[in-house]
């Protein structure tokens, strides 16, 4: 009987064969079911999230407006840079790069780290408005994830001369001090922004849509850019020979008020990294920094004594003995018998100018200061800018009422004390200080053309042989001024010795003035720290340098120039002449 051999296929039950197809059918829906969700249900969130990958918004920087002198000069102005960063997602993936990277953009590669570690995910600055060159530097290296913007920055010609006057520009171009900042939104302009198409290492494939950045507006000054050189080197000379912690000055014209010049010290070089680190190096001393100013105030409690009649222009008074006032007894530092009102000015005496205003009612005083500027904020578009102080009269006692005509217990600025002698320059005409070209400037009579006319007169004397301004005085001009000096208050109702406010304010040519210039250093310890030896020689040198430059010749009385001074004036002479220093 045979065998059937053994078969080498055995057949798999029905029920197998239906489940595999049930089971490919199903996987067939659940991938078509996918695939539906993802072209239908999710498609707008989907190409949402490969527009974030691919699709990107960079901003398009706008110019910052520039800033003018009054001859067309450029002050401010924008030069080429570009902002360095990087996708730290990208560029994780070439550290190999890193130290190229590093040496590119002169900084040590530990740095590089720290500064993609502060930035985010995605984004991260490296360098911002830095030297084109850098850029193109590292352009030549190609690594991914590393990017150069192209943007501007902030240039100042004329660098530390016109700093504390300008300000500085913060790097997201916003104005962080001066100009720049109290006339930010006038300057900025308004960015741009595009929208770009990148591959996958971040280069621009495509701009997709680009909306044009508005670039800022230019501003122009009145400044008269030599003027301010002058101003600024004279100042800082006398800084640095007296010691003084800071200083200031300005120089006006008398007529229009517009202001040519206004420098301060310390000062910094905006144009170099880190060169302005600390606030000192570019307040504007002459609108934010108030002082007792000294005798320098003598001049406007005269024109209030004569505007009520509580003296007569020709009247002499008795300084021989020291005047009691509040405990104290007030004395001269040069003796002397009697003084007539114009030597009360030429010799600063100051129980002469202290019987005046004991004469005078504190209300007639208190309003001519108000008047002159005196208390009054400035309106230049400085933000922060000081009024100073000055106390209602129906608090001055009697040493309040006699120590104010000294310049003790009221504090002023430099600009003030510009625009207050450009009254009594101007013919008693008080007019508005403008730094804005074309900016109108409000003017209104402060005193009679008489009483200008007198102190006039009388601060010519000042800055003549004898008077303690002499070193104001300028060979061929006719020069009027008042110097004042104040101690510096300690704190504990008293003053330091060592430590002054020198001060000197005065126009040139004397009986027919156009410039009016002021001058402040501030806590001079060396020397004759003494407004008429410290600050004089700053208005001399620069007054005489501003008349040659807008072509002012000299006045001429007769056939010889109407000159307030001998030719050469020895140190000597100056220490004898100054009699007492220049309070």
């Known amino acids: 009987m045979s065998r059937e051999p053994n078969s080498r296929f055995r057949s798999l039950p029905g029920w197998r064969a239906g489940l595999l197809i049930l ?4 996987g067939l829906a659940l991938v078509l079911g996918r695939d539906t969700e993802l072209q239908f249900l999710q498609r707008h969130l989907l190409r949402g999230q490969g527009e974030m990958r691919y699709v990107q918004e960079r901003p398009l920087p706008a110019q910052r407006g520039i800033i003018y002198a009054a001859n067309g000069q450029a002050l401010a102005v924008n030069v080429p840079a570009v902002t360095i960063w990087a996708d730290p997602r990208i560029f994780q993936q ?9 040496q590119a953009l002169q900084i040590p590669e530990t740095e590089l ?4 570690q502060r930035g985010s995910a995605q984004f991260a600055y490296l360098l911002r408005q830095v030297h084109p060159q850098l850029g193109q530097e590292l352009e030549k290296l190609h690594v991914p994830g590393i990017y150069v913007e192209k943007t501007s920055r902030s240039y100042y010609p004329l660098g530390p001369v016109t700093t504390p006057l300008l300000g500085l520009v913060h790097l997201d171009h916003h104005g962080a001090a001066g100009l720049e900042r109290g006339f930010d939104s006038w300057l900025q302009g308004k960015p741009g922004l595009e929208k770009v198409l990148v591959d996958g290492k971040g280069d621009i494939l495509r701009v997709l849509q680009a909306q044009p950045a ?3 507006n230019d501003l122009h000054l009145t400044i008269q850019p030599q003027i301010q050189y002058w101003a600024y080197m004279t100042l800082r000379a006398a800084q640095k020979h007296f010691g003084a912690e800071n200083g200031s000055a300005v120089v006006m014209n008398v007529h229009t008020g517009q202001i040519l010049a206004m420098v301060s010290v310390p000062s910094c070089n905006p144009n170099t990294q880190d060169g302005c680190a600390s ?16 005798s320098v105030m003598k001049p406007f409690v005269v024109a209030a004594a004569l505007a009520t009649g509580s003296i007569r222009p020709d009247q002499s008074f008795n300084v021989s003995h020291c005047l009691p006032i509040g405990g104290f007894c007030l004395r001269d530092d040069v003796v002397h018998h009697e003084l007539d009102v114009a030597h009360i000015l030429k010799y600063s005496s100051d129980i002469g100018a202290a019987k005046i205003a004991l004469r005078t009612a504190p209300d007639a005083i208190y309003d001519m200061y108000r008047k002159a500027g005196f208390g009054q904020d400035p309106d230049l ?5 000081t009024s100073g102080v000055l106390p209602p009269p ?3 006692d009697e040493a309040r009422h006699a120590t104010i005509a000294l310049g003790y217990g009221v504090s002023v600025t430099t600009l003030q004390l510009a625009e207050g002698y450009a009254a009594i320059a101007n013919g008693g005409v008080h007019v508005q200080p403008v730094l804005i070209a074309g900016q109108p400037a409000r003017r209104d009579r402060i005193m009679s053309p008489e009483i200008a006319q007198h102190l006039r007169q009388w601060l010519e004397g000042v800055c003549s042989a004898n008077g303690t301004g002499i070193l104001a005085a300028i060979p061929g001009y006719a020069v009027g001024g008042k110097t004042g000096t104040a101690n510096l208050a300690n704190g504990k109702d008293g003053f330091q010795k060592n430590k002054t406010n020198a001060t000197f304010v005065g126009f040139a040519p004397g009986f027919a003035p156009d410039l009016v210039m002021a001058v402040s250093l501030r806590g001079s310890t060396r020397y004759w720290n003494f407004g008429g030896v410290e600050s004089a020689p700053v208005f001399r040198v620069t007054m005489h340098h501003a008349l040659q430059q807008l072509g002012i010749a ?3 009385c007769g056939t010889h120039p109407c000159a307030s001074a001998t030719g050469q004036i020895t140190q000597a002479q100056a220490e004898i002449w100054a009699e007492g220093g220049g309070n």
């Open 554 to 556: 000299p006045r001429w």
């Open 394 to 396: 129906n608090t001055w």
């Open 113 to 116: 780290e720290a500064r993609l």
């Open 381 to 385: 578009g400085f933000d922060g800018g």
């Open 23 to 26: 089971l490919i059918l199903g």
């Open 214 to 216: 508005q670039n800022g």
């Open 94 to 102: 070439h550290r190999k790069d890193w130290s190229a990277v590093a």
């Open 279 to 294: 606030p000192e190096d570019y307040v504007n001393d002459a609108v934010h920094q108030a002082f007792e100013p000294g």
